[in-house]
Every structure is written in C-alpha cells, then in structure tokens.
C-alpha cells in the first residue's frame, strides 16, 4: 500500500479516493443514551462515513481539585473547573459498546479517542477497528507508543504541535511497528477561526511525513473543511448535534444535521471539481466547441478572386478552418463560388 493511503475496514484513505467525513458526538449527547443513537442516526442521514466519541473519566483526564491551575478562565468554557467540565461532557462506558452496535445497525463507522491506557484497554475489548489521538494529547508519547502498539490504524490530531512534537509522535507509532497513520490539522481553539488555520501546513505534513492528511474542525460553517478538500485533505472531523439549544460543553461549535448535510455535499462536489490533471476538451465543453473562432467568407466570392483582409474573416463559430491558418489564406484564390457567411476551407481555395 503506498504511504499516503491507509485502510479502515474495507476502506482506503488517502489520495486518489473519496474524502472521510467524520462526526464528532463528544458531549452532544448531553447525558441521554438515546439521544447519542439518535446522533448515530442522524449522522449517517447527514452523510457522515463515522460517528466518533471519546473514551474518558473525569478521574482518567485530571484530577478533583479546585485551586487556580484546574479553572478555565477564558473562552467557551470560561470558569469552569476541569474536573467538573469532564464530569458533563464524558461519554458512560457502558454505554459504548451499545453505541458501537448502534453505528453498525445504521451502517456508519464507529471511532473512538482514547485518553489513557485503561481506555485504550476497554476499546480492545470492545474490537474497535481504529483509534484516534486528540491534539491534547499528541504529546503523550507514552499513550501513542500504547496505542501503536495495537496494530490498528491512527488519525492523530496535531492542533498547538510543532513541528519536532509531530515528528516525535509520528515516530512512536512507526516505532512499534504501525505504519497505518493518518495527521489531521487542527486549531485547537472551541470555536476556531479561519483566519488562523493555515492549511498550508495540512499540505506540508503530507510531504513530510508521506501519509494522508486532514482537517479536524472546530470552526463555525464549513469554509475551513471545503478549503481543506480542496488542498489535499482525505478525512475532515467535525463536531455533530441533533440542535445546538441542547445544552452541553460542545454545542456551541458543533454542527447540525442540515449544516452538515450541506457541508458534505460541498465536500463531495469540491472533491470532484479538483479532479485530475487534464487538458483539452472535457465532456461539458464539447457542445461549446463550435463557439470557438474560424475563418468564414464576409462577403460573396467569385471563383478566380482572391482572398483578402475584406472578404475573409477569424469569427464565431468555429465551422471553418482553424484561425492559425489565416495568414496563409490570404492571397489565395478561390476555387469556385463563395456566399457570404459560409465558413472557408481548405478545398475552396488554391494558389501558386
């Protein structure tokens, strides 16, 4: 398999085939099983390739303490201690394994973010076919090098990751022996903006590193995920809500069902509309084709005149000879009758 594709399933990934659009449940769910199976659900109806959660405990993730350094004091979850955010946002454990046989009945991939090693355990035994790595986490050589060690496929997240923290993360994976790895830009800001995605740096890791690459976006709309289809991406992530009035920690910068059944249907048609290389006339052209330029007869010619800059001209349509031809036309004489508007060709006229 070449580098820059890797396999999910019975699906490849990477260059040369269709974009993974991944939705991103987390805590849209907001504490009600059935409303994650219906996300499953609509995730799929929205067209969606998987449906992602994340394997967490507010104990696995921090710990229960109240001094300064475990309060958030800017942004969406501004002043908000750590321990209890987690607390709102986690997924029950016991739910995933009915989750995951969810997905499988709505025909949708199931994915899952590991956050420790006991996480990564559990998903073991539920048979999760691929992992990813959140960009908190992409410094967590210990964990990748754990979850490489599954053999399973990576999607890693690089969000706030330099360049020497990618390659160190990269190199813990192929280090156990796991070449099925995939990175995915991201801007690790809930929501993100545009104007700060650089996804110059998406293209970049893709040369570097040689595997296939992508967006995962917490921006609000779909610019960011359609630019990136557009420079190279094979998988794009994005937060997914049944309505973004449930309240929980990611509603605000998720998306609806309607909002990303539109922003997959824009990935698919920009996908398409990069297509390949390819010169010449493409099949929507080729009724355009005789609108193009030609030489045509201006005026009425008698046989025996000659052709001249008056009585011959490079007009639409495109029924005469090619205009490169012209020049030498003129001069020549004609070999029988001409009416004006009949598009010249090489058998009505001669010359020395």
């Known amino acids: 398999m070449q580098m820059n594709r890797m396999k999910v399933g019975q699906r490849e990934i990477g260059a040369g085939r269709p974009v993974y659009v991944i939705a991103e449940m987390s805590a849209n769910h907001a504490g009600s099983l059935a409303r994650a199976k219906e996300i499953i659900h609509a995730a799929k109806e929205a067209g969606a390739d998987c449906i992602k959660i994340q394997t967490y405990t507010p104990d696995t993730l921090t710990i229960d303490c109240d001094n300064r350094y475990f309060h958030i004091s800017e942004g969406t979850w501004d002043g908000e201690n750590l321990y209890h955010l987690y607390e709102k946002a986690y997924t029950p454990w016991e739910w995933q394994p009915e989750l995951k046989e969810e997905a499988a009945k709505a025909g949708i991939d199931f994915l899952s973010t590991p956050f420790d090693r006991t996480a990564v355990d559990f998903l073991e035994g539920m048979g999760i076919q691929f992992y990813k790595i959140a960009s908190f986490e992409l410094v967590d ?42 990175l995915l830009r991201c801007a690790s800001a809930y929501p993100a903006v545009t104007d700060d995605m650089n996804l110059k740096t998406m293209q970049n890791m893709a040369e570097v590193f040689g595997v296939p690459v992508g967006l995962s976006d917490h921006s609000m709309g779909s610019v960011g995920a359609v630019t990136a289809v557009a420079l190279g991406a094979s998988i794009i992530e994005k937060h997914f809500c049944i309505d973004r009035s449930i309240e929980n920690p990611d509603a605000s910068f998720s998306m609806n069902p309607r909002e990303f059944s539109q922003m997959v249907q824009d990935i698919r048609q920009a996908q398409k509309a990069v297509g390949c290389i390819k010169y010449g006339v493409a099949e929507q052209e080729k ?16 046989k025996g005149e000659k052709l001249t800059e008056e009585n011959i001209r490079v007009i639409r349509p495109g029924y005469g000879m090619e205009p490169k031809y012209y020049q030498q036309a003129l001069g020549q004489q004609a070999l029988q009758d001409i009416s004006r508007g009949t598009p010249l060709r090489f058998e009505m006229i001669g010359g020395e």
């Open 141 to 182: 050589l210990p964990l990748i090098s754990y979850v490489a060690s599954k053999g399973k496929p990576i999607v890693l997240s690089t969000g706030m990751g330099a360049l020497g923290e990618i390659e160190a993360a990269v190199e813990a994976v192929r280090a156990a022996g796991n070449g099925q790895l995939a």
């Open 287 to 302: 009724a355009s084709i005789v609108f193009r330029r030609s030489v045509f007869c201006v005026q009425d010619i008698k």
